[in-house]
């Protein structure tokens, strides 16, 4: 513990000397790095018994306690507890997807299985693994031009609670497939529930992170596209609502770092500096998220991205027997969700196509393939 403390005692005694202000310098980054590299030494030396969560508990504890510290030194002691934690893999940035789960972790829809010391998804008479339903190639295109909302819902568990907009029964019949297909221990993220009404809309559906929260996440459907003549069209909302679901399950707090929700340009650089996997719009991947491997298997070729990002190439007309679907091309994410939804919609493929190799990407992990078993029954319950 003397070393942790002579190491950051260096932040409290230079603090006094600057001047105090958010903004990181080069001489803050500098800092950070040697102290920084100095608790990661003592962490990894087992022979002192010092861990990371000792390191993240006492930085708190001096950020919690000490009312004489300059904001300079509170965002330093901020930074570092950011970056521990992140570099070591606890708190929330504990990856649920690889660690050792215990029986008492998991939820009521999942059940325990000893050997593999993991949660999986219950499976009931529903389950058929050969039947295959419609996936049709959907436009869900970027949320802009939206018309406006008609009704916003809380969520909590499998309710939805008006806060804003007029209910109506189409609200509550789309909700009631979403809740009704995704097991609720798979989609505690989403807490916000929203519904446009827009014919001139291309966007079926989208989700996005809460702004202020931005480790929850909202979903937003638009009715004009579920409904023909008033009537629910079932195999395109069973397909959109799974796609936007692998949007949040391949996007959520376990998987992603999240940008800091900060001003301070270089707090932000120092993050992207920081990033050990895939950087997206959203934050740092996490190096064994399902969409850092995805991109690492399928999009690796880091010029080529750029290019399709920028709308300078197009994936799909490059190589259409890499995709399910012409939107899947658009981008890594559409293009994991889009074979998310394929890979729980179609029995597994027996071809060797890059697509094909995309949908059994997805068997590789047996939480995956838990949690499509359990949608298939929940999707064969609906039918």
């Given at each position: ?242 796609h936007e679901f692998a949007h949040v399950l391949t996007l959520n707090k376990w998987q992603v770092r999240y940008y800091p929700e900060t001003d301070d340009?270089a707090l932000v650089q120092r993050f992207e500096d920081s990033c050990k996997g895939n950087l997206l719009q959203e934050g740092c991947l996490s190096s ?96």
């Open positions: 513990m003397k070393k942790i403390i002579a190491f950051l005692s260096v932040i409290v005694i230079l603090g006094v000397s600057f001047v105090m202000a958010y903004d990181l310098t080069d001489s803050d980054n500098d800092l950070l790095d040697r102290v920084e590299e100095k608790l990661m030494n003592v962490i990894d030396d087992e022979s002192n018994g010092i861990t990371a969560e000792v390191v993240v508990s006492y930085v708190n504890q001096i950020i919690d306690s000490r009312s004489d510290l300059s904001e300079r030194q509170l965002t330093l002691f901020e930074v570092i507890v950011d970056d521990i934690a992140w570099e070591y893999e606890i708190g929330d940035y504990a990856w649920a997807t690889e660690e050792a789960m215990t029986a008492d972790m998991c939820y009521p829809d999942e059940y325990f299985d000893e050997e593999d010391q993991q949660c999986y998804y219950e499976e009931d008479e529903n389950y058929d693994d050969e039947t295959e339903y419609e996936s049709g190639d959907f436009s869900w295109g970027e949320p802009e031009g939206d018309g406006e909302l008609t009704a916003a819902y809380s969520v909590s568990g499998n309710t939805i609670t008006l806060v804003s907009g007029q209910d109506d029964v189409k609200n509550q019949e789309v909700w009631n497939i979403f809740s009704a297909l995704i097991p609720e221990s798979a989609r505690t993220d989403i807490a916000r529930f929203e519904l446009v009404d827009d014919p001139e809309s291309d966007t079926s559906a989208h989700v996005e992170q809460i702004e202020g929260n931005n480790t929850k996440w909202l979903m937003n459907v638009n009715l004009a596209s579920f409904y023909v003549d008033g009537v629910l069209e079932p195999e395109e909302s069973y397909a959109t609502l799974i340009e064994d998220a399902y969409l850092d491997d995805f991109i690492d298997a399928f999009w690796s070729d880091k010029d080529y991205l750029e290019k399709v990002r920028n709308e300078e190439a197009s994936a799909y007309e490059d190589s259409p027997e890499s995709f399910v679907t012409d939107y899947a091309g658009t981008n890594p994410g559409e293009d994991i969700a889009e074979s998310f939804t394929y890979f729980v919609l179609r029995a597994k493929p027996e071809g060797n196509t890059i697509a094909d190799q995309k949908l059994q990407f997805f068997y590789n992990y047996k939480k995956l393939d838990s949690l499509r078993k359990q949608i298939r029954s929940n999707l064969a319950a609906l039918k």
